[in-house]
């Protein structure tokens, strides 16, 4: 057998083991990564994840999916979270919010922002942030189709993720999808808000369509049916939780109020008594 010939027969190996590991973490692994949240989706460590909205409207809904994972990921060892996005398309999906990271339950200190100006550098940056060994996970932001992104790139993206034991997160816009190696394919769309807890006029709690188009072992909550890919997400003060029937919009599972420790009728004193 030739190098050149046993080289390929490796690869094909490596990467036969790859495809064959399941990328939803399951109720052990999901605990490992401190997402135990009954009926929530948790997407394993080394996945290749691609985010797919209708538009860039819902770019927040993406981002806010995206942490969300990154939220059960993290670990002391591992962190960090990098946020890609090249300069000309900041424009239009903007930046994640400092305090608004805190409410995600990420310490704002641990997001690192990478800006590129072409897609080679972001690709190039993605691959590179897999292989840090703090980091747990990293979001590409690809506001525009760009042909760099192919089946290829993917592919590599994957292997890397899967080497180092980082997930990736490709966020993408619009209704096509192109073939691609990526473990998991989410579909997230922003829903109206749930009622406030205090104010029935006030938008509420942030809720998400989310559906797994593409994926290995599928995870469903208490009462779900097997083989369950769709959820309704609503954003609680200990993260996601599943919109559940039943469920009194505003409060968490816990049973506690959304505005954790806040008086009600002390928001009342503080407000201006003339108008």
Not at 90 to 119: C, H, K, M, N, S
Not at 121 to 129: R, Y
Not at 237 to 264: C, Q, W, Y
């Amino acid at each position: 057998m030739s190098a050149r010939t046993k080289v390929i027969a490796d690869l094909r190996t490596a990467i036969d083991g790859i495809e064959r590991r399941p990328a939803l973490a399951g109720p052990r692994g999901a605990e490992a990564a401190g997402a135990a949240r009954d009926g929530v989706p948790q997407a394993g460590p080394g996945t290749l994840n691609e985010i797919f909205v209708d538009g860039t409207r819902d770019a927040g809904a993406a981002l806010g999916f995206c942490l969300m994972q990154a939220r059960g990921l993290t670990t002391p060892e591992r962190p960090a979270v990098i946020f890609l996005q090249m300069r000309a398309e900041a424009q239009e999906t903007g930046l994640p919010y400092g305090p608004g990271l805190a409410g995600f339950g990420l310490d704002p200190d641990a997001l690192v922002v990478v800006r590129t100006d072409t897609i080679v550098e972001m690709l190039w940056a993605m691959e590179e942030a897999a292989g840090c060994r703090n980091v747990a996970v990293a979001i590409g932001d690809f506001a525009r189709h760009h042909k760099a992104l192919d089946f290829t790139a993917s592919r590599r993206l994957g292997m890397r993720a899967a080497a180092f034991g980082v997930t990736l997160m490709v966020m993408r816009y619009g209704t096509g999808r192109e073939a691609s190696a990526a473990h998991l394919r989410w579909n997230v769309a922003a829903l109206p808000s749930a009622e406030a807890a205090f104010d029935a006029r006030a938008p509420g709690a942030a809720r998400y369509a989310v559906t797994l188009e593409k994926g290995g072992r599928r995870l469903g909550g208490t009462g779900a049916r097997p083989g369950r890919n769709f959820w309704t997400l609503e954003w609680s003060e200990n993260g996601f939780v599943a919109d559940t029937p039943g469920k009194r919009s505003g409060v968490a599972s816990s049973g506690k109020p959304a505005l954790s420790g806040a008086d009600a009728a002390g928001l009342a004193d503080r407000l201006s008594q003339t108008a």
